[in-house]
C-alpha cells in the first residue's frame, strides 16, 4: 500500500523551531520530486517548498526563503522540512505530497498541524 | 509570479447539474494546470494534470480544458461525493483560491 506518513507537528513558540519528516512507502522514493504545502486553518492550499529527486534542486515560496529548509533521505525513503524562526501566520496543516506527474502532485499525506503561538 | 483567480468562491448545484469552474492565471503557464479536489478533514486528491489529463481513478464526468492562461474545470452530471473545494496550481508551485461546491 502505497503511504506518505508525516509526523513532527505540534505546538512552539513563535521564534522556535520544529522538524517536520514524510516517510513513504508503497513506491519508490528516489525518483521523484517531493514538495511540502500547507493549510492554515479555514484557508486555501499554499505550495511551500520542493526538492529533486537527488536533492541538488530545492525551491521556496517567498514567505518561508530563508527560514525553512526541506530535505530529503533517499536511502531512508523520508522527507524533511526543518523550520526556524517559526511566526504565527506558518500556523497550518503541512502535507507532504509526491510530483508524480508532469507539474501536479498525485500522492498526498494527510498532514501534521503546527501551531505557532505563546 | 505568477497568480491563479478562481471564480466564483462558492457554486451552489443540484445533484445531476453540471457545474464548470474557472481559473485565471496572471499569464500563460504553459499547459502546466492542475485540479484538485478537497473534502473536509481530507489531503487534497488530484483530479486533472496538465490541463486536461484525468488522473487515476477520477471519473470520466470530470474533464478539464483550457491553454495559455484560461482553463476550465467542468463536471458533466454532479454526484453527492463531488461537492467539495476545487483548488488549480500552475507549473508545480501556486494554487488558486479555491472554489467551493455545495449543494443547492
Known amino acids: 500500500e502505497v503511504q506518505l506518513v508525516e509526523s513532527g507537528g505540534g505546538l512552539v513558540q513563535p521564534g522556535g523551531s520544529l522538524r517536520l519528516s514524510c516517510v513513504v512507502s508503497g513506491f519508490t522514493f528516489s525518483p521523484y520530486w517531493m514538495i511540502w504545502v500547507r493549510q492554515a486553518p479555514g484557508k486555501g492550499l499554499e505550495w511551500v517548498a520542493s526538492?529533486?529527486?537527488?536533492?541538488?534542486?530545492?525551491y521556496y515560496v517567498n514567505s518561508v526563503n530563508g527560514r525553512f529548509t526541506i530535505s530529503r533521505d533517499n536511502v531512508r525513503s523520508s522527507l524533511h522540512l526543518q523550520m526556524n524562526s517559526l511566526r504565527a501566520e506558518d500556523t497550518a496543516v503541512y502535507f507532504c505530497a509526491r510530483a508524480g506527474l508532469p507539474w501536479a502532485f498525485d500522492l498526498w499525506g494527510r498532514g501534521t498541524m503546527v501551531t505557532v503561538s505563546s | 509570479e505568477t497568480v491563479l483567480t478562481q471564480s466564483p468562491a462558492t457554486l451552489s448545484f443540484s445533484p445531476g447539474e453540471r457545474a464548470t469552474l474557472s481559473c485565471r492565471a496572471t499569464q500563460s503557464v504553459s499547459g502546466h494546470l492542475a485540479w484538485y479536489q478537497q473534502r473536509p478533514g481530507h489531503a487534497p486528491r488530484l483530479v486533472i494534470y496538465e490541463a486536461s489529463n484525468r488522473a487515476t481513478g477520477i471519473p470520466a464526468r470530470f474533464s478539464g480544458s483550457g491553454s495559455g492562461a484560461d482553463f476550465t474545470l467542468t463536471i458533466s452530471s454532479l454526484e453527492p461525493e463531488d461537492f467539495a473545494v476545487y483548488y488549480c496550481?500552475?507549473?508545480?508551485?501556486?494554487f488558486g483560491q479555491g472554489t467551493r461546491l455545495e449543494i443547492k
Open positions: 496550481q500552475q507549473g508545480g508551485s501556486s
Open positions: 526538492i529533486k529527486p537527488d536533492g541538488s534542486e530545492k
